[in-house]
């Protein structure tokens, strides 16, 4: 599985993106699709992930800020980000988990967001 990441970008505090990630194959075939993000110096943590019914899950930093979406029939995930903060920038990394009796993790290359004070 590939994932295509894009929609990063450089941002006022305040602002928002929408980064989007494309699987190359059907997103029907995957269980959790997600981001990380990497701040410089710093270790990478899970942002938010969403499964294949629909439950979301974000890290406590981004909650009522951040909203997780997909849509499968376009084999992609969302993540909406408002009200960024200096905080938020990072290299954001989308993932997904197939799903199945064995599941298997892919990356996607990293799309940058930086949110200037």
């Known amino acids: 599985v590939q994932l295509q990441a894009s929609g990063g970008g450089l941002v006022q505090a305040g602002g928002s993106l929408r980064p989007s990630c494309t699987a190359s194959?059907?997103?029907?075939?995957?269980?959790?699709m997600g981001w990380y993000r990497q701040a410089p110096g710093r270790e990478r943590e899970l942002v938010a992930n969403i499964n294949g019914g629909g439950l979301t899950n974000y890290v406590e930093s981004v909650k009522g800020r951040f909203t997780i979406s997909r849509d499968n029939p376009k084999n992609t995930v969302y993540l909406q980000m408002n009200s960024l903060k200096p905080e938020d920038t990072a290299v954001y990394y989308c993932?997904?988990?197939?799903?199945?009796?064995?599941?298997?993790?892919?990356w996607g290359q990293g799309t940058l967001v930086t949110v200037s004070s």
């Open positions: 993932y997904a988990i197939t799903a199945g009796l064995v599941n298997y993790l892919y």
């Open positions: 194959r059907s997103a029907f075939s995957l269980d959790v």
